[in-house]
């Protein structure tokens, strides 16, 4: 391991001297051509490889339906130029939603989101000649459930002596029954139809970030149909894909974004050897991997670790991290290797299935470099930007049209989005978006620091 360490390279030379001191496993590529290339994900042709995660906003109206803030975000990254966009966490039902501006498509608002796809998808063709892929990402947040104010409202499928404390969890607390999972299915199979019908081209079953999926992958201690052995643990992700299937139709993509190691001691994490959590190990991972692709997922993103816990850097390597996390003892550089490593992994076993990459965002305008030696070894199937979208929507333009990125307009990687977030508000880039993210940071911040107050 080595030291943290702030972004500071002025140039390629400088950063792959770093690389090189670390002994790192990390390439730079000058050809920003394979870019350009289409991709066919089910039958739907992706203009271009580079991608859009899906980064909550947190800022939906209450009954879920996009707000202006939404709308303005999507038409950033519509006409940023992306070949894919991967809309933010949606919930499946109301009790399952993150907060209470969680996006949640349902009855009542499908056609205004029909209505704001449709919208988008012109401004998108007369601006570039193509629109971007949209998937909706579906998902219950399980023991980070907070639908109504500041509340924590946690649905849990295993307790966690590490997490139970940090969503005000004792332990004695019952766990969500197996017949109440089982009632999620229908509810996933509902959000995936509506979502069609809205004119989305896909929709993701979320099982990252220890959201209630996720943290099902975890569960060896849970009795019951849904915890335990490994077959056990993936069977409900697998009903679900498979009653989306049945509802959605063969042309419909369904992707999967999800952890393939959560950091995270046994036997409360996925993906990690017993006696070391900070050892990877591929076994259960890849074979769920196997597992969806043969039960017909169309498209996969791996993430890692809990952003809502201390190792962040799991998930996205950071210069600043928000308030009342460690400074990682490790570099940024390991941490990106480490997420690109679990992406060509997941792609080896994928096959043809393809396969977008995370961990760019710190790299700020090198991203381009190594996202494009990712695709030209396949590593990847695409470029996935998550923080940098958020910040510079229209990198994917910079990079197709205008021979690259520009770093006075990338992420700083300085973590107050995910501060707004962890305040509780709607989140976007206060630094490189500052007119409306800027207020709303101090007026977050001085609202959760008041809630503090009143707790002493």
Not at 5 to 20: A, G, P, V, W
Not at 191 to 198: I, P, Q
């Amino acid at each position: 391991m080595s030291d943290h360490q702030r972004f500071s390279f002025k140039d390629k030379t400088e950063l792959q001297n770093k690389i090189d001191e670390l002994s790192l496993k990390l390439k730079l590529s000058e050809d920003l051509s394979v870019f350009k290339q289409p991709l066919l994900i089910n039958g739907h042709e992706v203009a271009n490889r580079i991608a859009i995660l899906p980064m909550e906003g947190c800022d939906s109206e209450l009954d879920g339906s996009p707000s202006e803030l939404v709308q303005r975000r999507y038409s950033r990254f519509f006409l940023g130029g992306a070949g894919l966009v991967w809309w933010e966490a949606n919930a499946v039902l109301q009790e399952g939603r993150a907060n209470e501006h969680s996006m949640f498509i349902n009855l009542a608002n499908m056609q205004t989101f029909a209505f704001l796809l449709k919208d988008l998808r012109t401004k998108s063709y007369e601006a570039n000649g193509y629109s971007p892929l949209s998937i909706l990402q579906l998902t219950h947040s399980g023991r980070y459930s907070r639908p109504v104010g500041h509340n924590p409202a946690p649905i849990i499928t295993q307790h966690d002596p590490i997490l139970d404390p940090r969503v005000g969890l004792d332990g004695s607390e019952p766990v969500a029954s197996d017949d109440y999972l089982e009632s999620l299915i229908p509810k996933y199979v509902q959000s995936a139809a509506l979502a069609r019908e809205a004119g989305f081209d896909g929709v993701d079953i979320k099982c990252c970030h220890r959201y209630l999926l996720s943290e099902l992958l975890g569960s060896h201690l849970r009795e019951g149909r849904y915890g335990g052995s490994f077959e056990n643990r993936i069977s409900l992700i697998m009903q679900i894909i498979q009653a989306v299937r049945k509802a959605v139709g063969d042309d419909f993509i369904i992707a999967s974004r999800f952890n393939v190691f959560d950091a995270h001691p046994y036997p409360y994490g996925f993906g990690e050897d017993e006696h070391d959590m900070w050892k990877f190990k591929p076994e259960e991972p890849m074979e769920l991997v196997r597992r969806m692709v043969r039960q017909g997922v169309n498209l996969l993103s791996n993430s890692a670790g809990n952003p809502y816990y201390i190792y962040p850097q799991v998930t996205r390597p950071f210069d600043q991290s928000s308030m009342g996390i460690p400074t990682p003892d490790e570099h940024p550089l390991q941490s990106i290797e480490r997420l690109f490593d679990f992406t060509a992994q997941i792609q080896k076993a994928a096959g043809d299935v393809p396969v977008i990459g995370n961990g760019y965002s710190w790299l700020r305008e090198f991203a381009q470099n190594m996202g494009s030696a990712n695709i030209r070894d396949g590593r990847c199937a695409m470029m996935g930007l998550g923080r940098q979208a958020i910040a510079y929507p229209d990198a994917p333009v910079d990079i197709l049209r205008h021979g690259g990125m520009q770093r006075a307009k990338c992420c700083l990687a300085c973590s107050k989005c995910t501060q707004i977030m962890r305040d509780h508000g709607m989140t976007g880039c206060v630094m490189r978006d500052t007119a409306i993210y800027g207020p709303l940071y101090k007026k977050y911040r001085q609202e959760a620091e008041e809630r503090e107050c009143q707790k002493r």
